[in-house]
């Protein structure tokens, strides 16, 4: 099994590479580059379908005969909604950074000739949870919108709250009960010198890792409950991609701690 956490590789350029290979399971992958204003990311989509998510800062982007044109604009990920670009199977794609540039490529496997290039508008963020289980969440490319596999969402954690809690899974492909989805975590914190804890494990502890995360750390939960905790003084941000067989998120909570949601 893959290590579940993964630091960033320095400061420029492809700073995260998760690929369905080196995470061990079969749907998804996620890149991250970082780019000083001049500088330009390129890639291709190859057989999967992606979406651009900009994480901060701004860029003009261009894929073969589209032009996107200046995209993204909140210079901190809690500061604002996102911006982002879908794009399917079987196309190259550009994005000149007019400013420091942080980029998510997110990544499933996708059909081409389907879905369209197009600007993806996120859904109005909203709070989930109550107390210190309180959390906000955009939806960037939930199942309401139009894709083969890949779900998307961001999440902001208010410093000493806990997030994806009460503890839930969605490993088992048991409609419509329950879903089975891959997942990676893409964590920032405010300020960049906070942490937090994360823990992903099954009911029969066979997966029972406790995490320390830290600032630009990629975390894999390829199956069991995964609930995040950001500590006092340090408000946490992730950003989840999602994808499995059926492109739909039903999840199943930890019976442990289900009375938290009654």
């Keep these: 099994m893959a290590h579940l956490r993964l630091r960033p590789n320095g400061n420029n350029g492809l700073v995260q590479h998760v690929t369905p290979q080196s995470a061990g399971w079969r749907y998804v992958g996620f890149d991250v580059f970082r780019a000083a204003a001049g500088e330009t990311v390129r890639g291709e989509t190859g057989a999967c379908e992606i979406c651009l998510v900009f994480v901060s800062g701004t860029g003009h982007v261009v894929s073969e005969d589209v032009d996107f044109g200046m995209q993204g604009g909140r210079m901190s990920p809690f500061d604002g909604a996102p911006a982002a670009i879908f794009l399917p199977p079987g196309r190259s794609w550009s994005v000149a950074a007019t400013s420091a540039l942080e980029l998510a490529v997110c990544s499933a496997p996708g ?4 879905y369209a290039p197009r600007i993806v508008t996120p859904e109005p963020q909203f709070s989930r949870g109550t107390g210190s289980n309180t959390r906000h969440v955009t939806n960037i490319l939930p199942e309401t919108e139009p894709a083969h596999a890949l779900l998307i969402v961001e999440v902001i954690t208010p410093a000493g709250h806990t997030s994806s809690y009460p503890s839930h899974k969605h490993d088992e492909d048991n409609l419509p009960a329950e879903s089975q989805l891959e997942e990676t975590y893409y964590h920032r914190f405010n300020p960049s010198q906070g942490f937090g804890f994360q823990r992903v494990y099954t009911d029969d502890r066979s997966l029972d890792v406790a995490m320390v995360i830290e ?9 069991g409950y995964h609930p995040c905790a950001a500590i006092h003084g340090y408000d ?3 950003l989840n991609v999602m994808a499995g067989p059926h492109r739909v998120w039903r999840f199943h909570n930890d019976p442990d701690h289900e009375w938290l949601v009654r």
């Excluded at 059909?111 to 389907?114: A, D, N």
């Excluded at 600032?215 to 199956?223: E, K, N, S």
């Design 111 to 114: 059909i081409e000739g389907v």
């Design 236 to 238: 946490l941000y992730y």
């Design 215 to 223: 600032d630009r750390d990629v975390t894999l939960v390829p199956r």
